[in-house]
């Protein structure tokens, strides 16, 4: 079984710092598990760490796909395990980092999603619907699936349904079924987590940053450059919030506390996901230095034999 280290988190929780510090630690790479950081130019509203601030450690999955396209669980995968075996490949380990928890699920159980269960016939009709009632309908047939996935994020929405539609389970029930699959990686599933009003405080920080930044010239620019506003893309935090303001239709004051809220309501799911996951191993860091919580890490890792090199 090949070594893996996962690092995951609610956004904000300081999943990006720590990462790099594990890097150097371990002699890895990190391959990102963040669904809107693989978009170019999409880079303020993603809070995508400049090159420059990579300490020279190789990051995969950040930048592969055009604002226009669609990315999915399947190309993830794909791209992925790519990296993957390039890392090893080089004598390095793979360090998986991120906060799409059903991304990371899928890559540690080596799910495969084949377009046959698709249903494009469904699919066509449930885009003619508002979100508002895919989402009631959704909330009735799994509520367990509701309470993870957002009401704004049609799609994801919309692929529960259908997969409600074509095999007669909810997806949840799947989801929890393959959890007992077993995984080909042995690794070490880092949790990262914190007070949840600091937790909060720490979004707010963030989203007036990005402001400060420009996020909301990001934005205009990627609608001016042809980015459809409805585009999966454009659905992302801090995107959808942003685009009324672009278009002079709210304050930036009320923009950002858009963002803000969903920010809150998006970690808060982030937190229901993670916990739902048996081989999670949660690390504290209130009141903690990074140096603390990486040494627990550490030793983390070094008790399941994951450790690429001796550390101490």
Excluded at 202 to 217: A, F, H, T, Y
Excluded at 269 to 278: A, I, V
Aim: charged fraction near 30%; proline fraction near 4%; glycine fraction near 6%.
């Amino acid at each position: 079984m090949e070594p893996l280290i996962v690092l995951a988190g609610p956004t904000a929780v300081g999943k990006t710092e720590l990462s790099l510090s594990l890097a150097e630690a371990l002699g890895g790479e990190i391959i990102s598990a963040d669904s809107m950081q693989v978009y170019r130019g999409m880079d303020i509203g993603t809070a995508k760490l400049p090159i420059s601030e990579r300490r020279g450690i190789p990051h995969h999955l950040i930048d592969v796909v055009d604002p226009t396209e669609v990315w999915d669980l399947t190309r993830f995968l794909a791209l992925a395990k790519a990296a993957a075996a390039v890392i090893r490949s080089r004598g390095k380990l793979p360090i998986l980092v991120g906060g799409t928890g059903f991304y990371i699920q899928a890559f540690l159980k080596d799910l495969s999603f084949e377009d046959e269960e698709r249903d494009d016939g469904f699919r066509a009709e449930a885009e003619e619907r508002s979100a508002e009632e895919l989402y009631a309908e959704l909330s009735k047939i799994d509520p367990e699936s509701a309470t993870i996935i957002p009401m704004e994020n049609k799609r994801r929405v919309i692929r529960a349904l259908e997969y409600w539609h074509y095999h007669g389970e909810t997806i949840s029930e799947h989801n929890r079924r393959q959890k007992e699959t077993e995984s080909p990686y042995r690794y070490l599933y880092a949790v990262l987590t914190m007070d949840r009003a600091k937790l909060y405080e720490r979004v707010e920080m963030r989203v007036d940053m990005m402001i400060q930044q420009g996020l909301p010239d990001e934005v205009a620019r990627l609608l001016a450059s042809g980015v459809p506003a409805e585009a999966p893309s454009m659905q992302g935090l801090g995107y959808r919030q942003m685009v009324p303001f672009v278009r002079g239709k709210c304050s930036l004051e009320e923009a950002a506390t858009a963002v803000k809220l969903e920010t809150r309501h998006f970690a808060k799911r982030q937190l229901t996901w993670f916990r739902r996951e048996p081989d999670a191993v949660w690390f504290d860091k209130d009141g903690r230095s990074e140096a603390d919580v990486l040494s627990d890490i550490l030793a983390a890792a070094k008790e399941r034999g994951i450790l690429s090199r001796n550390i101490d």
